[in-house]
């Protein structure tokens, strides 16, 4: 069973730019395909990115295409979110998952971390 730890939330102007980091620990962490997911205040937890077990292949929504890049280093069990030009709409809780299968829906993934608050001001 693995643990998922974010970091790197925080408050950040629109326009900005932070990176967030998934931490695992407990499990092997290049067995699993990894993914972001963030519920906003009032709002359903939606996805928003996946890597594969390598790295090699990379889905997101359409609402962060060019600007949020996912990314993982599996020497050091961690994954990435690296979110650029922010808009006040990105502003939710952002949660990582671990899960084996392929997809976007929550339910492929079978561990998640806690979440970190990310809120774009305007």
């Known amino acids: 069973q693995v643990q998922l730890v974010e970091s790197g939330g925080g408050l950040v102007q629109a326009g900005g730019s932070v990176r967030l980091s998934c931490a695992a620990s407990?499990?092997?962490?290049?067995?699993?395909?990894m993914g972001w997911f963030r519920q906003a205040p009032g709002k359903e937890r939606e996805f928003v990115a996946a890597?594969?077990?390598?790295?090699?292949?990379?889905d997101c929504t359409d609402s962060v295409k060019g600007r949020f890049t996912i990314s993982r280093d599996n020497a050091k069990s961690t994954m990435y979110l690296q979110m650029n030009s922010l808009k006040p709409e990105d502003t939710a809780v952002y949660y990582c998952?671990?899960?084996?299968?392929?997809?976007?829906?929550?339910?492929?993934?079978?561990?998640w971390g806690h979440g970190t608050q990310v809120t774009v001001s305007s």
């Open positions: 407990g499990g092997t962490f290049s067995s699993y395909r």
């Open positions: 890597i594969n077990r390598i790295g090699s292949i990379t």
């Open positions: 998952a671990a899960g084996s299968g392929r997809g976007r829906a929550s339910q492929l993934f079978d561990y």
